[in-house]
C-alpha cells in the first residue's frame, strides 16, 4: 500500500504560480510512476503530467510550458510547479501512483490516490 498526501494549494491571480507537493509513504520501493491529475467542476478527473522513477516526463499539452512536475526520491516527494497560472486550471488537484513503467496519464491506470488539493485560479 501506498499513501499519498498533497499539499500546496490556495487562491492565484491569473498568471500567478503555485507549487504542489505530494509526499508518499508505505511500500514506495521499485518502479513507480507518479502523476498529477486535476479534476474540475463538472468535468472528468485529467491527467496533468506523469514522472518514472528515473525521471522521464509526459504532460499534457494543455500545461506544456507552464508546469514542470519533478521529484525528490530521497524525500518520497512529488512536486508540480505551476506558473502562468490560468482561470481554467482551476481544480482540485490529486497525487497519484501506479507500479510499473508506462507512462500514463490515464487516471483509470493508477491504482494509489491522495485527498487532493484545492486551485482556485482568479481573473
Known amino acids: 500500500q501506498v499513501q499519498l498526501v498533497e499539499s500546496g494549494g490556495g487562491s492565484v491571480q491569473t498568471g500567478g504560480s503555485l507549487r504542489l507537493a505530494c509526499a508518499a509513504s508505505?511500500?514506495?520501493?521499485?518502479?513507480?510512476?507518479m502523476g498529477w491529475f486535476r479534476q474540475a467542476p463538472g468535468k472528468e478527473r485529467e491527467g496533468v503530467a506523469a514522472?518514472?522513477?528515473?525521471?522521464?516526463?509526459k504532460y499534457a499539452d494543455s500545461v506544456k510550458g507552464r508546469f514542470t512536475i519533478s521529484q525528490d526520491n530521497a524525500k518520497n516527494t512529488l512536486y508540480l510547479q505551476m506558473n502562468s497560472l490560468q482561470p481554467e486550471d482551476t481544480a482540485m488537484y490529486y497525487c497519484?501512483?501506479?507500479?510499473?513503467?508506462?507512462?500514463?496519464?490515464?487516471?483509470?491506470?493508477?491504482?494509489?490516490w491522495g485527498q487532493g488539493t484545492q486551485v482556485t485560479v482568479s481573473s
Open positions: 497519484a501512483a501506479r507500479a510499473g513503467t508506462a507512462l500514463w496519464l490515464t487516471p483509470s491506470k493508477y491504482d494509489y
Open positions: 508505505g511500500d514506495t520501493a521499485g518502479n513507480f510512476i
Open positions: 514522472i518514472t522513477r528515473a525521471g522521464i516526463i
